[in-house]
């Protein structure tokens, strides 16, 4: 869980280093609100092995004040 403050209203921009595994494509950042289920944006992977940084642009869901979770998937629907 986050803790209290998470506010994509007056901070709707998220950057985050991730390191990317070979053969990644996509990366999904979902976030969780209680009255709003889960609001995603999807960037892709152009480099492997290495350090990247990737924005996860939020303002079309600037009204969400109540995010309880974040969650980073890669490579959706794709098995392992």
């Known amino acids: ?3 209290t403050g998470f506010m994509v209203d007056k901070f709707p921009q998220l950057n985050l280093d991730v390191w990317a595994p070979t053969g990644a494509k996509k990366v999904k950042m979902q976030l969780t609100s ?3 289920g889960n609001v995603e944006v999807e960037r ?8 990247i940084t990737l924005s996860f642009d939020f303002s079309k869901s ?4 109540d995010i309880t979770n974040v ?10």
């Open 1 to 3: 869980a986050l803790p």
């Open 34 to 36: 209680i009255t709003q």
């Open 44 to 51: 892709d992977i152009t480099k492997s092995e290495e350090w």
């Open 62 to 65: 600037d009204k969400i004040t």
């Open 71 to 80: 969650n980073l998937i890669f490579d959706s629907g794709v098995a392992e």
